[in-house]
């Protein structure tokens, strides 16, 4: 197959990728996204579901945030649960701002749908994916379709292919600095056909163990429980599962959460990750490439969102005026943001979470720490500033 030429190759069709093929595509740059796996499976893969405001306004700005806005359900607020009270933070009262709660499977279907309605190519189903002379001026992106070896030839790549990618593996490791902390659980997240008891997420501290209460749909919830990293899930019945969410999440007088069908369970082992640099050459990571942050934040999704949009800004800047200072500093500009951020998911989930080694001092400590955050406007005020999102860190155009 002989070489194509395209000015950014992406690799990798999660919302990181979809979503900087699209800033590109409305500022007139071209590029081409790989994907490894199918169409059916980016758009199924269930994952975070709460949206920031920037977020939010990044989608609607460009075309894509119509089914969210119909679909998404707007929060003002949430509930932090411990010894036995439940404690509201406004979020519009503090910030003037919410969250949308609406699941990333649903933005990737979004995006997609605007990339082919756009005439964008999207490979899927790609093996063996190859980077090679980010060092230089012209990189490549090369992998197997069919059976066939295809060649795409860059002015730039970004790595938008997730934790367990190639991206990442394509900086030297002399130049690379990993920071990473494993915590000693992880959560045993369910999907049920039940209405959700709750408008509002839930965080629920408990001496049994960490509690969550989410939602996808006025339909669906989407819930959480502490459990061992490494937990085997044969060992949680649907039964067993509810009564421990049961105890957990309880708090009110009568308050109870409605049991349903749970259509989907797993356990997920809980990180937080930093790679540095972000970019090599003229190779760019993007979103879990280049960081991890525990779920607690609910962060993910909207670091990554962050990061394209730094991103695509720098290369905008790069095709119409020639400029390269922007993309110069892409990696020390979104590392200001990943690290607030990484403090913020850290520390909600230091205050929420029981750990193995805790002393009962520990124990009181952190309801000492959830009473001081649900009382002190000023302390609610960083929460919600935080859930909310930080503004925008654009550097230099």
């Known amino acids: 197959m002989p070489e194509r030429r395209v000015q950014v190759g992406i690799i990798g069709a999660g919302p990181a990728g979809l979503l900087l093929a699209h800033l590109l595509h409305r500022a007139g740059i071209s590029a081409v996204i790989v994907e490894a796996r199918s169409r059916t499976y980016v758009e199924e893969r269930i994952r975070a579901g709460v949206l920031e405001q920037g977020t939010v306004d990044v989608l609607r700005e460009t075309g894509v945030g119509a089914r969210m806005d119909r679909e998404g359900l707007l929060h003002h607020g949430t509930i932090l649960k411990f010894a036995g009270e439940a404690r509201r933070i406004d979020f519009r009262d503090l ?11 649903e933005v990737v279907k979004d995006l997609v749908a605007a990339r082919l309605e756009a005439g964008g190519e999207i490979v899927f189903d790609v093996s063996d994916t190859r980077i090679e002379g980010v060092d230089g001026p012209a990189p490549t992106i090369s992998w197997l379709k069919d059976g066939e070896r295809h060649t795409l030839a860059c002015d730039f790549v970004a790595g938008c292919d997730g934790f367990h990618g190639v991206s990442r593996a394509a900086i030297p490791t002399d130049v690379l600095r990993v920071y990473e902390r494993v915590y000693p659980f992880g959560w045993l997240g369910i999907l049920a ?3 959700p008891a709750s408008e509002e997420l839930i965080y629920a501290s408990h001496d049994r163990g960490f509690a969550l209460l989410s939602m996808r749909s006025p339909e669906i919830s989407r819930l959480y429980l502490q459990c061992p990293p490494d937990e085997d899930i044969a060992h949680w019945p649907d039964a067993r599962i509810w009564e421990e969410l049961q105890v957990r999440l309880a708090g009110g007088a009568g308050w109870r959460l409605d049991e349903g069908e749970i259509v989907q369970k797993g356990v997920t ?8 640099p972000m970019r090599h050459g003229r190779l760019f990571l993007a979103g879990d490439a280049a960081h991890i942050v525990p779920p ?6 909207n670091l990554a969102v962050g990061d394209v949009r730094v991103l695509a800004r720098g290369l905008e800047s790069y095709y119409a005026h020639g400029r390269e200072e922007a993309l110069a500093a892409y990696s020390e500009t979104c590392l200001r943001r990943i690290w607030k951020v990484q403090r913020f998911s850290w520390w909600m989930t230091q205050m929420l979470h029981t750990f193995d080694d805790a002393s009962p001092f520990d124990r009181r400590r952190q309801l000492a720490e959830l009473d001081y955050v649900t009382s002190s406007r000023a302390a ?13 860190d654009w550097g230099p155009r």
């Not at 082992?269 to 540095?276: G, L, P, T």
């Not at 929460?383 to 925008?392: D, S, T």
Request: charged share 10%; proline share 5%.
């Open 296 to 301: 607690t934040g609910a962060k993910g999704m």
């Open 193 to 195: 056909r039940t209405p």
């Open 95 to 105: 910030t003037g701002q919410g969250v949308m709660v609406y699941g990333q499977h």
């Open 380 to 392: 609610m005020t960083t929460i919600a500033e935080n859930y909310v999102g930080l503004p925008m």
């Open 269 to 276: 082992a809980m990180r937080s990750f930093v790679a540095e």
